[in-house]
């Protein structure tokens, strides 16, 4: 069982930077790959970043890429979602989960946050 806190949303402006937490409870953090997904007013939660559990791979939606960093720390049983140049339309609930496979798929992870706001006005 992982529970998972997220924090660090807030309203920025357009072109500022944000970091998101993640922070997981448990003993067996660094056995699960974990991913960052949002999800936008009116629209479906989306695929955002994952992480592979030693952190040596990392995976992101492409129109995202370069703008997110997605990293962790097993140490602190944590991961991070680094967001430059952010825009409103990245203006979404930000989610992280724990999964066992490294996957774009909502099905592939088993454990969920709460999520965190952020908006991104223009």
């Known amino acids: 069982q992982v529970q998972l806190v997220e924090s660090g949303g807030g309203l920025v402006q357009t072109g500022d930077s944000l970091r998101l937490s993640c922070a997981a409870s448990?003993?067996?953090?660094?056995?699960?790959?974990m991913g960052w997904f949002r999800q936008a007013p009116g629209k479906e939660r989306e695929f955002v970043a994952a992480?592979?559990?030693?952190?040596?791979?990392?995976y992101y939606v492409g129109s995202l890429k370069g703008r997110f960093t997605i990293s962790r720390d097993n140490a602190k049983n944590a991961v991070y979602l680094q967001m430059n140049s952010l825009k409103p339309e990245d203006t979404a609930v930000y989610y992280c989960?724990?999964?066992?496979?490294?996957?774009?798929?909502?099905?592939?992870?088993?454990?969920w946050g709460q999520g965190t706001q952020v908006t991104v006005s223009s």
């Open positions: 992480i592979s559990q030693n952190g040596d791979n990392t």
């Open positions: 989960a724990a999964g066992r496979v490294v996957g774009r798929l909502e099905s592939t992870y088993n454990y």
């Open positions: 448990g003993r067996t953090f660094s056995t699960y790959t």
